[in-house]
């Protein structure tokens, strides 16, 4: 059974406009929570995190927001750039640990000029 | 700073071959871990060094899979004997030990395709 679900497997978004990609865990035990973007033969690329003590994180446009009750993240592009263009994983794991990530599916983000 | 670099990029073996992929993380990265990604699914962690002791390897399939991190340095994983389900693309990371009660990201190679025919 999955503990991350991303279940969006694609979006679709105007340049300029903002992104929104989901996420919903189940596992009370994660207390990190990452996003990484992903192009084409390559690697996944560390975006943006968030520890479970905060709500919201923000680096220049990319800002995530953790519901804790809700068991459920989001990260938001504003503006959204054609560069932003790629495949969206979110990622969560337990601190302590600093053992293995546990990765949703992924969400193929387009961003249309 | 040189990221971290898995060899080879493709691998295209007959079910039944032996496999070995190459892991150098980041230089200084005590953490290295290894996942893979099969058929558009969600990454799936393998196993975690510290160093060169392993520390969890509970994402390992089965005994076909053997991985090494000898001098904690670089890490290969070998796949003896390959089998069809084994394709996939193989990732390495590797992250600097973090403080307690903190959490360092994890840097990721470009991967490994491996196709078993």
């Known amino acids: 059974d999955q503990q991350v679900k991303q279940n969006s497997p694609s979006l679709s978004v105007q340049e300029g406009r903002i992104s929104i990609l989901n996420c919903d865990y189940t596992?009370?035990?994660?207390?990190?929570f990452l996003w990484y973007k992903k192009y084409p033969a390559e690697g996944p690329t560390f975006l943006i995190s968030?520890?479970?003590?905060?709500d919201k994180n923000e680096d220049g446009r990319f800002t995530v927001f953790l519901n804790k009750s809700a068991k459920h993240l989001s990260l938001h592009i504003v503006p959204s750039q054609p560069g932003d263009s790629a495949v969206y994983f979110c990622a969560a794991g337990v601190e302590r640990s600093q053992g293995n990530l546990i990765f949703g599916k992924g969400t193929k983000l387009s961003v249309k000029p | 700073e040189a990221g971290v670099t898995q060899f080879p990029s493709h691998s295209v073996i007959e079910k039944g071959q032996t496999v070995t992929l190459r892991c150098d993380p980041i230089s200084g990265h005590d953490n290295l871990y290894w996942y893979r990604r099969v058929m558009g699914k969600e990454i799936k962690f393998l196993l975690h060094?510290?160093?060169?002791?392993?520390?969890?390897e509970s994402g390992m399939p089965n005994n076909r899979f053997l991985a090494e991190r000898t001098g904690g340095t670089y890490s290969t994983l070998k796949v003896q004997p390959a089998e069809l389900e084994d394709s996939g693309v193989y990732f390495c990371?590797?992250?600097?030990?973090?403080?307690?009660?903190?959490?360092?990201?994890?840097?990721f190679g470009p991967g490994t395709r491996l196709t078993v025919l």
């Open positions: 968030i520890s479970s003590i905060k």
């Open positions: 990371a590797s992250s600097h030990l973090a403080m307690y009660n903190s959490y360092n990201e994890q840097f």
């Open positions: 596992n009370s035990m994660f207390d990190y």
């Open positions: 060094f510290v160093k060169e002791s392993k520390q969890d």
